[in-house]
């Protein structure tokens, strides 16, 4: 790892950064160095941040690492493209910290990088996700999933793959995306008790919900938000009984009417069925072939 030069919580942020030197005849393709103000020239920037505490995001968190990449981008000439990966409900009113916190990095992406483009995913679906995988191991740990606020709040999430296919269709339009923000939902509006009756179908379990209203989920996480700041060790970070999270759901997260979407960027993304959401089958009692409902997925001639 490539440590920034960024004021952190140890415990709570790993931070990778990679540079890769364009190909010539006297040096290597790729090689490993600090991204430093005194970096050679005219190299493309990879950086991979990974949070493993979500309840800590903070206005100085984004910030700080980008006026370090702001610092990069100015200093080194023939950074063509800057795009931002924002949230869909980022907003300087929103009751998560998280979404306030990218709002704030979006003002200051623009401020200093007019020509910047930001991407505003939904909450995002695929393989390693932080929202059917947790749902289908609680469920496969207690029997029921939570639905905070009773469930019934919208949102749009979208399929990973599709975001990373706009973020490339970024890079490689004529410069039309630059100085844009689009916000990138899935093609349907949903519940999360619509969401987790695709899971608890693909997982083969019978759907049963427990409704905690908003009062009861915030006092389940607020002993734990308020001790992560307290103690000098890191907490488990809870999936579901995350109170940043619980702030989140109190509002509808979807796209906006007049926003650019995929469309904008000639995409049209995935419904998530089939697929998109296929990697729960790991989750089925037995095996992939089998689960706790798989006598209703057989046909009734099946054995005639």
């Known amino acids: 790892p490539i440590h920034l030069p960024v004021s952190l919580p140890p415990s709570h942020i790993c931070v990778c950064c990679l540079s890769i030197d364009r190909a010539t005849e006297d040096d290597d393709a790729s090689s490993f160095q600090e991204i430093s103000p005194t970096a050679p020239r005219r190299r493309n920037f990879h950086l991979l941040i990974v949070f493993s505490q979500i309840s800590l995001w903070s206005p100085r968190l984004p910030l700080g690492l980008v006026d370090l990449l702001f610092q990069v ?62 749902w289908a191991m609680f469920v496969k740990k207690y029997g029921f999933l939570p639905l905070i606020g009773g469930g019934t709040n919208k949102f749009q999430p979208v399929y990973v793959v599709d975001v990373a296919a706009a973020i490339v269709a970024a890079l490689k339009d004529d410069g039309s995306s630059m100085g844009k923000t689009y916000e990138l939902g899935g093609p349907d509006v949903f519940t999360p008790h619509d969401l987790a009756e695709i899971m608890f179908d693909m997982i083969r379990e019978w759907p049963r919900y427990v409704k905690l209203p908003f009062p009861i989920a915030k006092a389940m996480a607020g002993p734990r938000d308020f001790m992560v700041n307290k103690v000098p060790f890191p907490l488990p970070s809870p999936q579901i009984f995350n109170l940043d999270q619980i702030n989140a759901l109190t509002t509808d997260t979807l796209v906006s009417d007049k926003a650019l979407t995929f469309q904008d960027l000639d995409l049209v993304p995935h419904k998530l069925k089939g697929y998109p959401v296929e990697f729960l089958i790991q989750y089925r009692k037995g095996g992939p072939n089998f689960g706790s409902t798989v006598s209703e997925k057989i046909p009734t001639d099946f054995y005639n």
């Open 73 to 134: 981008a100015k200093e080194h000439g023939g950074i063509m493209r800057f795009i931002q990966v924002s949230c869909l409900g980022a907003s300087v009113s929103s009751p998560s910290r998280m979404q306030r916190a990218k709002a704030a990095a979006e003002e200051a992406v623009f401020s200093a990088l007019p020509e910047a483009t930001v991407m505003r995913p939904a909450t995002m679906i695929g393989t390693e996700d932080r929202i059917l995988n947790p």
